[in-house]
């Protein structure tokens, strides 16, 4: 697509339940990230796809937190037994990898645990 | 891991004022770039720059890539209403993989 693609938009969920975030890239991009900025804040890493692997998961908060890349394309992030606390707008981002990338972000998906 | 320190945290600007913000690293990056994030929205690209030294506009917006390769700024020209919002500075270097480091962030908004 023209852009990265987030949904849903917007989410309300009950504490406990568990939530899937889906990404759909830019197309061609094959490097893909996930951040997540709570309210006023700045950008918290919290995984990186290159291809279908994620070198670099570190930024995971919890082992609550899980994501996926299938076919090089759409991913998914996973958030099992919410807490309030993981109340944010997650972002998704994209990029062709290439040296001196620059990078394409979403337009997030705003999640709210009550 | 790299760190990268963005000032001012946040600045009232009133319409018509030039407005500074810079971000420093404690090691070098290979690129530089800016975004710019609106309310509710995703941050958008503004600025990239590639190489020591580059200084590089996008209308009102000018943006240099230190010649330490430690730091950059990005000034904007004769504010107006709509430059309110969150500027991120992001460094890149090269064995890093396609990992990017971000600024914590500037807010700019406007005087009462």
């Known amino acids: 697509g023209a852009g990265v693609s987030q949904s849903p938009s917007n989410k309300v969920t009950e504490k406990g339940k568990d939530v899937e975030l889906r990404c759909d890239p830019i197309s061609g991009h094959t490097a893909l990230y996930w951040y997540r900025q709570s309210l006023g804040q700045g950008l918290e890493f919290l995984i990186y796809f290159q291809g279908n692997s994620a070198p670099d998961k570190s930024g995971l908060p919890s082992d609550r937190f899980s994501a996926e890349r299938t076919g090089g394309s759409v991913s998914t992030l996973t958030i099992q037994r919410t807490q309030q606390e993981d109340s944010a707008v997650y972002l998704c981002?994209?990029?062709?990898?290439?040296?001196?990338?620059?990078?394409?972000f979403g337009e997030g998906s705003w999640l709210t645990v009550v | 891991g790299q760190q990268l320190n963005q000032s001012p945290q946040s600045m009232f600007i009133q319409e018509g004022e030039d407005v500074s913000m810079n971000c420093t690293s404690s090691s070098i990056f290979n690129t530089w770039l800016w975004y710019k994030q609106d309310p509710g929205e995703g941050p958008v690209l503004l600025i990239a720059l590639y190489k020591a030294g580059e200084l590089t506009s996008n209308g009102r917006l000018t943006a240099q890539f230190g010649i330490t390769r430690k730091d950059s700024f990005l000034n904007i020209s004769a504010s107006i209403p709509s430059d309110v919002g969150i500027y991120f500075c992001a460094g890149h270097l090269n064995n890093a993989g396609n990992m990017l480091t971000f600024g914590g962030g500037t807010r700019l908004m406007v005087k009462p």
């Open positions: 981002a994209s990029s062709t990898g290439d040296i001196g990338i620059t990078i394409y």
